[in-house]
């Protein structure tokens, strides 16, 4: 189909903002050729491919400016500026403010960072059935092995992302039944406070373990995708309450202990995992997990 083909160009940015990105080499990704795939990708999300990775690449150094006090220019290289200047012009034309600026300011709104506590165990949060990751906590650092996600690809605002994942369940209760007591991942990509909801990007998702990736990757065919969630260090918060107060958890992620942690984000995007779901529990009840990947 021809818009699995633009989603197939749209992650293939997402994943290489820090490299080269021209026209030519998206539309081969999407097999569409140059002069077609300008015209349709525009149709398909509203805006041109180009602005698409200039937006993406601006939105993701806004995050490491907030998350963290490493310099402007070495953030400018990570997602793709070769020159300082340039970044600087373009960051201040969509921000209003300098990413100096931006950042001193993010950094003025922290709070404290709080003592550490005891740090949980990998296995607390690796297993599908663990409990102890599900105690209130501020921010933990554990280390977790890999996971990999099988997962379709929502577009617009937040409030609607329950459509794809009722879509995800209808395929998975076909195709693949084992899936529907899997971990569900869900991957907000995009900031609403900075992104208009027509151009939100989340990730509906079922992680499984190495064991099983073999088997559900030949599964992940169009329209699903499939990513790996890296083995590695990550921060932990837990967020009790509705869906729509995780800003909460991402403040206290992101604002008040990140910049203060001594940790740096990875290059890959927070997952919420959900251990429990509206159907089991009222919604002063669900628990969710942030892991943002630490390097």
Not at 123 to 134: C, I, K, Q
Not at 224 to 236: C, I, K, Q
Not at 244 to 253: K, N, S
């Amino acid at each position: 189909m021809l818009e699995e083909r633009l989603l197939r160009a749209a992650l293939y940015v997402e994943r290489h903002l820090g490299e080269p990105l021209s026209l030519e080499r998206l539309a081969d990704e999407a097999c569409i050729s140059t002069y077609h795939f300008h015209r349709l990708f525009r149709l398909w999300l509203g805006e041109p491919v180009m602005e698409y990775v200039r937006r993406l690449r601006l939105e993701h150094a806004a995050y490491r400016l907030r998350a963290s006090t490493r310099p402007v220019g070495t953030i400018a290289r990570e997602v793709g500026y070769a020159s300082a200047d340039a970044f600087g012009r373009a960051f201040r034309e969509r921000f209003g403010e300098s990413p100096r600026a931006y950042q001193a300011r993010w950094a003025a709104s922290s709070a404290p960072v709080e003592p550490p506590t005891k740090l949980p165990q990998a296995r607390d949060l690796a297993a599908p059935n663990a409990t102890s990751a599900d105690a209130p906590a501020r921010v933990r650092v554990t280390r977790l092995d890999a996971w990999y996600l099988i997962g379709l690809r929502h577009l617009g605002p937040y409030q609607g992302v329950w459509r794809t994942w009722a879509a995800l369940a209808e395929w998975a209760e076909r195709e693949a039944p084992a899936l529907l007591a899997a971990p569900r991942i869900g991957i907000s990509h995009d900031d609403p406070e900075m992104v208009e909801g027509s151009k939100i990007r989340y990730d509906a998702c079922y992680a499984v373990g190495a064991a099983e990736s073999i088997a559900m990757r030949a599964l992940a065919r169009p329209p699903l995708h499939w990513r790996a969630m890296p083995a590695g260090e990550y921060a932990v918060t837990i967020h009790e309450g509705a869906y729509d107060e995780l800003g909460v958890a991402y403040r206290r992620l992101f604002i008040d202990w990140l910049p203060r942690s001594g940790w740096y984000p990875g290059d890959a995007p927070v997952v919420e995992w959900y251990r429990n779901s509206p159907r089991e529990v009222a919604e002063s009840e669900l628990r969710t997990a942030l892991l943002l990947p630490l390097v």
